[in-house]
């Protein structure tokens, strides 16, 4: 009698762990679409990296269209390296440039963080990788027009997410002899450190803005990812004073 007692504990007990293996694997395993359809979410490197199924990934934060930050993320699959790489020469040039001072508005060079922004609702798995619970964002799910790589005053990521999420926001290319360049704030010092940043990283570009309907206006460079989906929500239009 005690015997079979034992034998059916052991089977209860069995399928306990079967089933919690189940379970586990099932929810590792399941991907999770976070986000907006029609919204913009962005990736922020923290110049961290995790070995991931064999490829070394960039970690950082996952900001949705709604504000809500994720942390914690990794970035798997297109563009991985990049982004490292692209982290990798806005931290040099931080190093190189941060403690001089713009010659145009005379004011000192900030910080500038890279993040990538990618169009509609963005595909997460929850993982645990040595221990560490992560979530990895599935990137070859995701259309690469939808993808697009920026750099701008890192305290800003935050506000060009709201921007470029809120309706009537526009891009802005400014001529050279815009008197934005001379403002004595952190407008005019980002809007020509990215012009300064864009000679030293191949395929970037700088000085350009996004002016809101209530005509605030945020500095602004891209780089590689470049997804053309992205700018759908933009009119790119010359502008010598946003504020006018």
């Not at 099932?26 to 999770?32: C, M, P, T």
């Not at 994720?70 to 190093?95: K, R």
């Not at 508005?105 to 221990?131: A, E, R, S, W």
């Not at 990215?194 to 945020?218: A, C, E, R, W």
């Amino acid at each position: 009698m005690r015997l079979g007692w034992y034998v059916i504990v052991g089977v209860v007990v069995a399928l306990a762990v079967v089933a919690f293996l189940m379970l586990h694997n099932a929810h590792e395993a399941s991907v999770q679409y976070v986000g907006s359809p029609n919204g913009y979410e962005g990736f922020v490197p923290s110049g961290q990296t995790v070995n991931y199924d064999g490829n070394i990934d960039p970690t950082g934060d996952l900001i949705l269209n709604n504000g809500t930050t994720i942390h914690n993320t990794v970035w798997d699959g297109q563009y991985a390296n990049t982004i490292i790489q692209n982290h990798n020469q806005i931290v040099q040039l931080n190093n190189q440039f941060v403690g001089q001072t713009d010659p145009v508005n005379h004011q000192p060079y900030v910080n500038l963080q890279d993040f990538y922004v990618i169009k509609g609702q963005v595909p997460v798995q929850q993982v645990t990788i040595n221990g560490q619970p992560y979530y990895v964002i599935e990137v070859n799910n995701i259309n690469p027009a939808n993808i697009a790589g920026f750099y701008t005053y890192d305290k800003w990521v935050p506000n060009f997410e709201v921007a470029i999420n809120t309706p009537g926001t526009n891009a802005a290319v400014l001529p050279g002899n815009s008197p934005v360049y001379d403002s004595a704030d952190v407008t005019g010092t980002v809007v020509y450190q990215t012009k300064v940043y864009q000679d030293y990283m191949l395929g970037s570009s700088g000085g350009d803005l996004l002016v809101l309907p209530n005509k605030t206006i945020f500095s602004y460079g891209s780089f590689m990812p470049l997804g053309s989906a992205l700018f759908n929500f933009t009119t790119p239009q010359q502008i010598y004073n946003p504020s006018s």
